[in-house]
């Protein structure tokens, strides 16, 4: 070997880079203690089963993993918080009506908010509507000229959406010149759709959930009544109209009422926002309710552009939405794949096996007493 010398093995330490060497060992043993497992798929893997092994795997599936466990955990909950189900999103054209009446039918939730879109498109089904399997890729222009509309890859008969507006101005006609809540309106417009057994408007009349929706006139049925407005108004006539500041009301003293709440949204948009805001509400009636007890957020929306459907219900803490010591979960996970997996979760769980039914009994806009049945 001349004068060099016999060249012996070197030590793992002598190779470790020297910006390691006063690693904390203990803490470094901590943070790497639990190892993600492979999700595995037999051929008898159930989803509850599927939504389990993905709390062991990574990214968005360990996120819908927890959101199920956290769903779990509310419709177990011995206190029976009232659990509030917030929807955005085109959910009806995208294949969730079923999904959305077998949840309020279910006993899995209590309270029903959403924008006037998927009501709208219920509503539109109530009556025969249809939506119809198209592409992203067809020529607007052409389904213009045929009076077809689209949503993404979907078609929706416009004369029929025509129909449904001017169902509506003819309903409010007979309403008028009453003021309601979306609430009390939607109960009476909800005895339409009561005998379609896939209609949310007709699950929310057969189980008596409340089903707000604070932007009802962002929406088709919207329009219907905007036309019941301008008639009316034309005639000399006071039409009927609907009161947000009730719905507002209504909607506190349903949390007020609550031994608890828990929220499950569902993309996010004005629902979300809805339902988190009548938490603050609450000081109106000198109750400090501390927040949801549990919340579940599935969503496309991401937190750092600033808006509200993205916003974490993190953040939402900071505003005493949701409790300092709430059960939370996020997934950023298109609804359309994610609810049905959760609504599958809680079903082959028996989450929601015992649970009693909450019935509200009104007088106009006050709620005078909620009974579990």
């Not at 222009?141 to 004369?159: A, H, P, Q, S």
């Not at 449904?164 to 417009?189: E, N």
């Not at 219907?224 to 301008?230: A, D, I, R, V």
């Not at 007020?256 to 993309?267: G, R, W």
């Amino acid at each position: 070997m001349g004068s060099k010398g016999k060249v012996g093995a070197r030590s793992a330490r002598e190779y470790a880079h020297e910006a390691a060497l006063g690693v904390d060992r203990r803490r470094k043993k901590a943070l790497l203690g639990r190892p993600t497992t492979p999700i595995k798929v037999g051929p008898k893997t159930t989803v509850s089963q599927l939504l389990d092994a993905y709390r062991d795997a990574s990214f968005q599936a360990r996120a819908l993993g927890k959101c199920a466990a956290v769903f779990e955990a509310m419709l177990k909950d011995r206190q029976r918080p009232t659990i509030f189900l917030g929807l955005a999103g085109s959910l009806i054209a995208a294949g969730m009506r079923q999904v959305l009446v077998d949840l309020i039918e279910g006993g899995m939730v209590d309270v029903v908010v959403s924008t006037g879109a998927i009501v709208s498109q219920d509503l539109y089904q109530v009556r025969g509507g249809r939506h119809f399997h198209g592409s992203p890729e067809a020529d607007d222009k052409e389904l213009r000229d045929l009076y077809i509309d689209r949503l993404y890859d979907t078609f929706i008969d416009e004369e029929k959406y025509w129909d449904t507006d001017l169902a509506v101005s003819r309903f409010a006609d007979k309403l008028a010149p009453q003021s309601l809540s979306s609430r009390a309106f939607l109960a009476l417009l909800a005895e339409k759709g009561r005998s379609d057994r896939g209609s949310i408007l007709g699950a929310c009349a057969r189980t008596g959930t409340p089903l707000f929706v604070p932007a009802l006139n962002d929406s088709s049925i919207g329009i219907g009544l905007t036309e019941h407005y301008h008639r009316f108004r034309k005639a000399g006539r006071e039409p009927f109209t609907i009161s947000s500041i009730r719905d507002n009301y209504e909607l506190t003293q349903i949390v007020v009422k609550s031994p608890a709440t828990a929220a499950l949204y569902v993309s996010g948009g004005v629902p979300k926002n809805y339902i988190n805001d009548s938490i603050v509400m609450s000081y109106i009636f000198g109750i400090d309710t501390g927040g949801h007890r549990y919340a579940i957020q599935v969503t496309t929306d991401a937190p750092h552009w600033g808006g509200l459907g993205g916003s974490t219900l993190s953040e939402a803490t900071s505003w005493g939405k949701v409790s300092k010591k709430a059960s939370h979960e996020m997934a950023f996970v298109e609804t359309s794949v994610a609810l049905p997996l959760l609504y599958g979760y809680a079903l082959q769980k028996n989450a929601a096996r015992g649970r009693k039914r909450l019935s509200f009994e009104w007088k106009d806009d006050e709620l005078k007493k909620v009974t579990r049945s």
